[in-house]
């Protein structure tokens, strides 16, 4: 491994020109794809083996009109204080705004009054009125949008407080100022680290390309893939991580190369050769975590993790190419200016003044912490794992939904529309229940209906059941069931499981059958399927990542500390994520106005990207260890060594990476910010605690055992030689070449 790389990194230091040229143009295509594609509609949400997808299933087949998937507004009305929606003034109003609504767009499908929908709070201070569209709300125009917002805020100058809730007014996440604002302190951490202009654009400006080539991929295979636009944010959100951080380590071992007096080809080789190697495994752990979302079986997930995957491995490949083939064109202008003439004045001299010009790392804090980790090692392990433990804590708390409206900030006007129908008609109404009667082996399909509706409306929990409607061929029913409870509440969860449990009876009695679908329903199910795929799902990952780091590292110790730290790093940070956005601790700080359930694929999707992302830091900074103690010294010494060469460079990354994921803090999407939260928190754990702390004190309390491999196994596993001892093998055969050249002749007659 470390010999391919180390050619391919002198080939793309050598053929420049050629290697620019080739990402250059990948830019250019990815970018005319994604300019030329024609726009991405919705992307399709189904949840294969779960009732509620199996409920809108047999809507589609039997009663297409009621599964329509197109967009929706709920338009609320509320009278001044003491009126009635239904006094005169107020009723025209109301019936002047909703055949607005409905002349509005050629988008729309119909627009329901309020007073011919029955749809009037028993006081008569608040009514709704339902529109729907023809198209998805992805589909809608700005003009459509506008026409909408256009409507009401006419309506509103008539004294109404009118608001609107639903899908149709949903945009694209707001994003752009707040990426902008991580990539910024990512450049400032650069400079700060390589005291280089040049030096810290590298990573900076292949990390975009590589964003760039992604993201306009993702763009241009958006419709005919059906990707949704979470997609691309969350590619984005990874590949500016890892693109940075891949550049950041080749970068670094490249001016460690130079310090140690080689010519810029072979620098870029062997940092190619070393550092790329450990990009190649540092990816594919991240890769695997990514791809592995496949085992949870919905479609979304699966695509978002191939999508981020892809940024991954461009990521990688641009580290192994684009960078040395800029370093090519960069010369010593990556150094700091006080080491470049001291550095490039040939012999013996230079390589002496390159290793004063990197002495201060010698005894930097990252040394200086790995001394006292080393001497204090019990003491550093049992701070660290209480600490984490009691960030921990909080997940026992742990509540899982879905967000809906009424996770929205509190100045948005969905939020508005949702808090008034909650307080007109009652909370369930933001969410009510769709329970489909499959009828066609019923005796009696309207007696079978009118059972299924009796029998729910004896549950617990239930507000309302609407008579059944039946379609054309009268083998289908729909019966609408209104909540007591908040859509994302635990005893609407509950009144999902009792509609279902009943089942049996109703089957019994009247030979129908019935399920449950809806957004409520398919949020329940989702979150179900979520935790029934999260051991499965962490078993196949840290399985597969566990014997990938055997073979990297040729230990079995090392990558099962490694695993457990990862565990821990992780509940650390789901711990935070529940006290922030479901407790509100410090919520304010974060733009969480509402708390509530944690979104139910947080868990999953926090152990798939943080899992890669942890095993980042651990391959460059252990592989460094390893290194050294392979290279023949003492395990403690190996440890401070693989400090004083990574810690300060692991540091800045992972202060990148904090940054730019925190930037998605930012974001007005309550799932991204989400995320964006989440990640960065865990990174914090993993990066400073974890693998800062936990890892060298671990080492250090083993010693030699650490790096114990059963014979047999070492015999098993292939050599990928990431320390790169085959690179310094040859440099020393052709060290002893160039001090006898008769070498060669005697070797040719033995």
């Known amino acids: 491994m470390a010999t391919f790389l180390y050619k391919l990194g002198k080939l793309a230091f050598r053929r420049r020109h050629f290697v620019a040229l080739i990402w250059v143009a990948l830019l250019t295509l990815a970018g005319v794809g994604a300019a030329s594609a024609p726009t991405a509609s919705s992307s399709s949400f189904s949840i294969p083996g779960t009732e509620a997808q199996k409920a809108f299933d047999l ?83 700005d003009d459509d949008r506008d026409a909408l917002e256009k409507t009401v805020d006419e309506a509103r100058d008539s004294g109404l407080t009118v608001e609107v809730g639903g899908d149709a007014l949903v945009a694209m996440p707001e994003t752009g100022a707040t990426e902008v604002i991580g990539i910024a302190i990512a450049a400032v951490v650069l400079i700060i680290t390589f005291g280089s202009l040049v030096a810290a654009g590298l990573p900076l400006i292949t990390a975009l390309i590589g964003v760039g080539i992604g993201v306009s991929t993702i763009t241009a295979l958006a419709d005919a893939l059906d990707l949704g636009t979470t997609t691309s944010t969350l590619a984005m959100m990874i590949g500016l991580a890892v693109g940075i951080d891949y550049a950041l380590f080749i970068v670094s071992r490249y001016r460690g190369e130079l310090a140690e007096g080689r010519d810029r080809e072979e620098a870029a080789g062997r940092a190619v050769g070393t550092a790329g190697s450990a990009v190649v495994f540092a990816g594919l752990t991240v890769v695997i975590a990514l791809v592995g979302l496949a085992v949870v079986n919905i479609p979304m997930l699966t695509k978002m993790g191939f999508a981020a995957a892809g940024t991954v491995v461009i990521a990688v490949l641009i580290g192994l190419t684009l960078i040395p083939a800029l370093l090519g064109y960069a010369g010593k202008r990556v150094l700091p200016a006080g080491a470049k003439s001291r550095m490039f004045g040939g012999g013996k001299k230079a390589a002496d003044a390159g290793e004063r010009a990197d002495g201060a790392e ?133 009144l999902v499981h009792s ?39 962490l078993a196949l990952v840290v399985g597969l990542a566990f014997l990938l780091l055997i073979v990297v590292f040729r230990s079995i110790l090392v990558p099962l500390k490694a695993a457990l730290g990862f565990l821990l790093s992780v509940l650390a940070a789901l711990g935070a994520v529940v006290a922030v956005f479901q407790w509100g601790w410090l919520g304010s700080l974060f733009g969480v106005e509402q708390t509530g359930p944690i979104m139910s694929m947080m868990p999953i999707f926090m152990v798939g990207v943080v899992f890669g992302l942890a095993m980042d830091y651990e391959v460059f900074l252990v592989t460094r260890m390893r290194e050294a103690y392979v290279h023949g010294e003492r395990p403690g010494q190996a440890i401070v060594t693989g400090f004083r060469h990574g810690a300060r460079v692991v540091s800045a990354a992972a202060v990148i990476m904090i940054a730019v994921f925190a930037g998605f803090i930012g974001s007005s999407e309550q799932m991204v910010k989400m995320i964006g939260f989440g990640l960065a928190i865990a990174v914090f754990f993993d990066a400073f605690v974890v693998r800062m702390a936990l890892v060298p004190a671990v080492l250090a309390l083993l010693g030699k055992k650490a790096w114990w491999l059963p014979k047999w196994l070492d015999r098993a596993l292939p050599n990928v030689d990431v320390e790169g001892e085959g690179l310094r093998t040859a440099a020393e055969k052709d060290a002893d070449r160039d001090q006898d050249p008769d070498a060669d002749r005697e070797l040719a007659r033995v």
């Open 499 to 537: 509609i279902r449990d009943s089942g049996a009876k109703i089957k019994s009695d009247s030979g129908a059958e019935i399920m449950v679908t809806g957004t409520t329903a398919m949020n329940i199910d989702v979150s179900q399927k979520l935790n029934d795929a999260l051991l499965p799902y």
């Open 59 to 141: 809507l589609e087949k039997r009663a297409p009109e009621a599964s329509a998937d197109g967009a929706s507004a709920r338009v609320v009305f509320k009278a001044p204080g003491g009126e009635k929606v239904t006094d005169p003034a107020n009723k025209r109003e109301i019936d002047k705004t909703v055949a607005a609504l409905a002349s509005g767009s050629d988008q729309v499908a119909r627009a329901d009054s309020p007073f011919q929908a029955k749809t009037v709070s028993k006081d008569g201070s608040t009514a709704y009125a339902s529109v729907s569209y023809k198209v998805t709300a992805m589909e809608l125009t």
């Open 362 to 494: 010698k005894q930097n804090m990252g040394t200086r912490w790995a001394r006292f980790v080393v001497r204090r090692p019990i003491a550093v392990l049992l701070v660290g794992i209480v600490g984490l433990g009691a960030a921990a804590l909080p997940v026992s708390k742990l509540e899982l939904g879905l967000p809906d409206d009424g996770a929205q900030p509190t100045s948005t006007t969905q939020r508005k529309a949702y808090d008034l129908v909650s307080e007109g008609f009652g909370p369930g109404f933001n969410g009510p229940l769709m329970v489909v009667g499959d009828l066609k082996g019923a005796d009696d399909p309207k007696a079978a209906a009118g059972e299924i509706q009796k029998t729910i409306a004896q549950l617990d929990d239930v507000l309302t059941v609407a008579p059944p409607m039946l379609n054309k061929a009268g083998d289908t029913a729909i019966i609408s069931v209104v909540p007591s409870s908040k859509p994302s509440g635990i005893e609407t969860e509950d």
